[in-house]
């Protein structure tokens, strides 16, 4: 099970980390990613972290502002946002990557906005 | 960067119809495909893998094709619960991508 928190109402140019707490597997033995989905749009990919942590990945969209990282004491992942913008605002969902992305998170919605 | 492409965007038909959706990627990603299915207000759902295996639990009437640049996402036989929008995306290359979605209702 991925629980995903942290979301909320930000103004542009600030900052929020988002938290995915995994239960029931160990984030050491999965990728996990970060989508998000801007309300009424489609599946964005946004970054994933390797089962050893040393790889990360970001859609180009959001790399430089970006960082996932992780805490395997607390088996959760981490997606630090930084100089928020309004084209950030989305359903922020993380995932396990197991043949296919499976299971989801049921999202945590991020809103920047003045 | 990988681009991905669905079509058609919406389509409408009658429980008991077979329904295609094909997505084609701007390069080679051999059988690297995933299909989703998302109903409003929900996470996506996995339910085809490797661009032909069935996740587990998934109804059979849901079957994917296609190798390279060219695939398919069929329902044999459409039904009410089959709502939905269905999302390919590759696992090819980073970054990862998804395509705009196909929306499917009951006419």
């Known amino acids: 099970q991925l629980v995903e928190s942290g979301g909320g109402v930000v103004q542009p140019g600030r900052s929020l980390r988002l938290s995915c707490a995994a239960s029931g597997f160990s984030i050491s033995d999965y990728a996990l990613h970060w989508v998000r989905q801007a309300p009424g749009k489609g599946l964005e990919w946004v970054a994933v972290i390797s089962f050893d942590g040393d790889i990360q990945y970001y859609a180009d969209s959001v790399k430089g502002r970006f960082t996932i990282s992780r805490d395997t004491s607390k088996n959760t992942v981490y997606l630090q946002m930084n100089t928020l913008k309004r084209e950030d605002t989305a359903l922020y969902f993380c995932?396990?990557?197991?043949?296919?992305?499976?299971?989801w998170g049921q999202g945590t919605l991020v809103t920047v906005s003045s | 960067d990988i681009q991905m492409t669905q079509s058609p965007s919406s389509l409408s038909a009658s429980v008991g119809d077979r329904v295609t959706i094909t997505c084609q990627a701007s390069?080679?990603?051999?059988?690297?495909l995933n299909w989703y299915q998302q109903k409003p207000g929900k996470a996506p759902k996995l339910l085809i893998y490797d661009a032909s295996n069935l996740e587990t639990g998934v109804p059979s009437r849901f079957s994917g094709s296609g190798s390279g640049t060219d695939f398919s996402f069929t329902i044999s036989s459409l039904q009410p619960e089959d709502i939905a929008t269905y999302y390919c995306?590759?696992?090819?290359?980073?970054?990862?991508?998804f395509g705009p979605g196909t929306k499917v209702d009951i006419k």
């Open positions: 995932a396990r990557e197991q043949r296919g992305y499976k299971p």
């Open positions: 390069q080679d990603i051999i059988n690297y």
């Open positions: 995306q590759q696992y090819d290359h980073f970054p990862r991508s």
